[in-house]
Protein backbone atom coordinates (compact mmCIF):
# COMPACT_ATOMS: atom_id res chain seq x y z
CA UNK A 1 0.00 0.00 0.00
CA UNK A 2 2.82 2.37 0.61
CA UNK A 3 5.42 3.84 -2.22
CA UNK A 4 8.50 5.33 -1.35
CA UNK A 5 10.67 7.70 -3.67
CA UNK A 6 13.95 8.40 -3.43
CA UNK A 7 15.48 11.51 -4.94
CA UNK A 8 18.64 13.71 -4.48
CA UNK A 9 20.85 11.44 -6.18
CA UNK A 10 23.87 12.38 -8.80
CA UNK A 11 27.81 12.69 -9.57
CA UNK A 12 29.90 14.14 -7.01
CA UNK A 13 33.62 14.59 -6.51
CA UNK A 14 35.09 12.48 -3.46
CA UNK A 15 34.78 15.40 -0.34
CA UNK A 16 32.11 16.48 -1.69
CA UNK A 17 28.71 16.38 -0.29
CA UNK A 18 24.93 15.11 -1.52
CA UNK A 19 21.64 14.90 0.59
CA UNK A 20 19.25 12.53 -0.71
CA UNK A 21 15.65 12.76 0.40
CA UNK A 22 12.87 9.76 0.37
CA UNK A 23 8.77 10.54 0.50
CA UNK A 24 5.98 7.87 1.72
CA UNK A 25 2.75 8.02 0.14
CA UNK A 26 -0.31 5.70 0.04
CA UNK A 27 -0.68 4.97 3.94
CA UNK A 28 -2.52 7.67 6.51
CA UNK A 29 -0.83 6.64 9.32
CA UNK A 30 2.94 7.43 10.54
CA UNK A 31 5.52 4.27 9.98
CA UNK A 32 7.47 3.01 13.22
CA UNK A 33 10.73 3.57 11.64
CA UNK A 34 13.14 4.32 8.14
CA UNK A 35 16.24 3.76 6.94
CA UNK A 36 18.42 3.78 4.29
CA UNK A 37 20.21 0.91 2.57
CA UNK A 38 22.95 0.73 -0.87
CA UNK A 39 24.07 -1.84 -3.37
CA UNK A 40 27.22 -1.10 -5.41
CA UNK A 41 27.35 -3.32 -8.40
CA UNK A 42 28.40 -7.03 -8.12
CA UNK A 43 27.60 -6.84 -4.11
CA UNK A 44 25.27 -7.50 -1.77
CA UNK A 45 22.80 -4.41 -0.33
CA UNK A 46 24.02 -3.37 2.87
CA UNK A 47 22.40 -1.11 5.59
CA UNK A 48 23.84 2.34 6.09
CA UNK A 49 21.42 4.38 8.34
CA UNK A 50 18.00 4.15 9.87
CA UNK A 51 16.20 6.19 12.26
CA UNK A 52 13.64 4.66 14.77
CA UNK A 53 11.11 7.62 15.45
CA UNK A 54 9.52 6.19 18.56
CA UNK A 55 12.61 7.00 20.52
CA UNK A 56 15.05 8.61 18.23
CA UNK A 57 17.08 5.64 17.86
CA UNK A 58 19.70 6.13 14.96
CA UNK A 59 22.07 3.71 13.64
CA UNK A 60 24.66 3.88 11.56
CA UNK A 61 27.38 1.57 9.69
CA UNK A 62 30.43 1.89 10.84
CA UNK A 63 31.93 2.93 7.34
CA UNK A 64 29.50 5.87 7.27
CA UNK A 65 29.46 6.82 10.53
CA UNK A 66 30.70 10.40 10.89
CA UNK A 67 30.21 11.22 7.41
CA UNK A 68 26.12 10.73 7.04
CA UNK A 69 23.32 11.98 9.18
CA UNK A 70 20.03 10.76 8.94
CA UNK A 71 16.92 12.87 9.94
CA UNK A 72 13.19 13.35 8.87
CA UNK A 73 10.00 13.58 9.86
CA UNK A 74 7.88 10.81 10.89
CA UNK A 75 4.51 13.07 10.49
CA UNK A 76 5.37 13.83 6.72
CA UNK A 77 6.82 9.85 6.05
CA UNK A 78 10.18 11.35 4.74
CA UNK A 79 13.67 10.84 5.84
CA UNK A 80 16.63 12.59 4.42
CA UNK A 81 20.35 10.69 3.69
CA UNK A 82 23.12 14.05 4.65
CA UNK A 83 26.10 12.77 2.84
CA UNK A 84 29.57 14.35 3.99
CA UNK A 85 33.22 13.53 3.05
CA UNK A 86 31.85 11.69 0.05
CA UNK A 87 34.25 8.51 -0.91
CA UNK A 88 34.49 6.95 -4.19
CA UNK A 89 33.53 3.84 -2.26
CA UNK A 90 30.25 5.12 -1.64
CA UNK A 91 29.30 4.71 -5.05
CA UNK A 92 25.91 3.18 -4.81
CA UNK A 93 22.10 2.78 -5.45
CA UNK A 94 20.93 4.03 -2.61
CA UNK A 95 16.99 2.89 -1.38
CA UNK A 96 15.23 4.22 1.68
CA UNK A 97 12.86 1.84 3.41
CA UNK A 98 10.24 1.74 5.85
CA UNK A 99 8.47 -0.54 9.26
CA UNK A 100 4.57 -0.22 8.99
CA UNK A 101 4.52 -3.51 11.22
CA UNK A 102 6.27 -2.65 13.89
CA UNK A 103 8.85 -5.08 13.61
CA UNK A 104 11.80 -2.42 14.90
CA UNK A 105 10.09 -1.97 18.06
CA UNK A 106 10.86 -5.51 18.98
CA UNK A 107 14.24 -5.00 18.61
CA UNK A 108 16.78 -2.44 17.32
CA UNK A 109 18.59 -4.95 15.43
CA UNK A 110 15.83 -5.53 13.05
CA UNK A 111 16.59 -1.28 12.06
CA UNK A 112 20.09 -3.19 10.42
CA UNK A 113 18.00 -5.59 8.48
CA UNK A 114 16.47 -5.45 5.25
CA UNK A 115 13.65 -7.81 6.99
CA UNK A 116 12.82 -5.33 9.50
CA UNK A 117 11.35 -3.05 6.57
CA UNK A 118 8.12 -3.96 4.48
CA UNK A 119 8.36 -1.32 1.93
CA UNK A 120 11.07 -0.36 -0.22
CA UNK A 121 11.87 2.74 -2.63
CA UNK A 122 13.15 2.29 -6.40
CA UNK A 123 16.52 3.70 -5.63
CA UNK A 124 19.06 6.72 -6.42
CA UNK A 125 22.22 6.36 -7.88
CA UNK A 126 25.15 8.05 -5.89
CA UNK A 127 28.33 8.07 -8.09
CA UNK A 128 31.53 9.89 -6.27
CA UNK A 129 34.18 10.39 -8.67
CA UNK A 130 37.95 10.26 -7.48
Same mark, same amino acid.
Given at each position: ?54 ? $? #? *? !? +? =?? /? ?13 ? @? ?22 ? $? #? *? !? +? =?? /? ?13 ? @? ?6
Amino acid at each position: QAQLVESGGGLVQAGGSLRLSCAVSGRTFTNYAMGWFRQAPGKEREFVAAIRWSD $G #T *T !L +Y =SD /SVKGRFTISGDNHKN @TVYLQMNSLKPVDTAVYYCATDYR $G #T *T !L +Y =SG /SYLLKTIGYDYWGQG @TQVTVSS
